[in-house]
C-alpha cells in the first residue's frame, strides 16, 4: 500500500483528491443539465426533422413523377383528339373546297360556252349587215389602188 501512495504522491495527487473530485462531479452535473442535454435534445429533434424531411421529399419526388406521368398521358390523349378533330376539319374543308372549285368550273365553263354563242352570232349579225356593203368598199378600194374609176 505504502508503493501506491508514494505512486499518488509521485504523480502529485494528494488529500485534495476529494475536493477536486466533488468539484468536478458538481460542475458536470451543472453542464449536463444546462448544456449537455439540451445540446443532444436539439441535435435528436435535428435529426428526426432531417429523417423526416428526406422522407418527405421522397414522397414529394414520387408523388411528382406520377402526376408528371399522369398529365403526359392526359396531353397525349388530348392531343390525339385534337388531331383528330382537325384533320376531321381539314377533309371537310377540302371537300368543300373541291365542291366550290367544281362549281365555279362548271359556272365558268358555262359561262364560256354562252359567251361564245353570243360572239358568234353577233359576228354572223355583223356578216349579214355588212354583206350589202362589201361590193361597193371593194370597188372603191380597186379604184384606190388602179387609180381609176371602174363601171360597175
Do not use: C
Not at 475536493?19 to 429533434?45: G, S
Not at 384533320?87 to 366550290?100: G, L, M
Not at 353577233?122 to 371593194?138: D, F, G, R
Request: glycine share 2%; hydrophobic share 40%; no cysteine.
Amino acid at each position: 500500500m505504502e508503493t501506491i501512495i508514494s505512486l499518488l504522491h509521485a504523480l502529485g495527487i494528494d488529500q485534495t483528491i476529494w475536493a477536486q473530485l466533488a468539484f468536478f462531479l458538481v460542475t458536470f452535473a451543472v453542464l449536463n443539465w444546462l448544456v449537455f442535454k439540451p445540446y443532444l435534445r436539439a441535435f435528436d429533434q435535428r435529426a428526426k426533422n432531417t429523417f423526416g424531411s428526406e422522407t418527405a421529399a421522397k414522397e414529394l419526388l414520387e408523388e411528382t413523377d406520377k402526376l408528371q406521368k399522369l398529365y403526359e398521358q392526359t396531353a397525349r390523349r388530348i392531343n390525339d383528339k385534337i388531331r383528330e378533330v382537325y384533320d376531321r376539319a381539314k377533309t371537310n374543308a377540302q371537300e368543300s373546297q373541291n365542291k366550290i372549285l367544281d362549281l365555279a368550273r362548271d359556272e365558268s365553263t358555262e359561262l364560256i360556252k354562252r359567251s361564245r354563242a353570243q360572239i358568234r352570232a353577233e359576228v354572223q349579225i355583223a356578216k349579214t349587215s355588212l354583206q350589202p356593203e362589201v361590193k361597193t368598199i371593194s370597188h372603191l378600194i380597186s379604184n384606190k389602188l388602179i387609180g381609176k374609176e371602174m363601171a360597175e
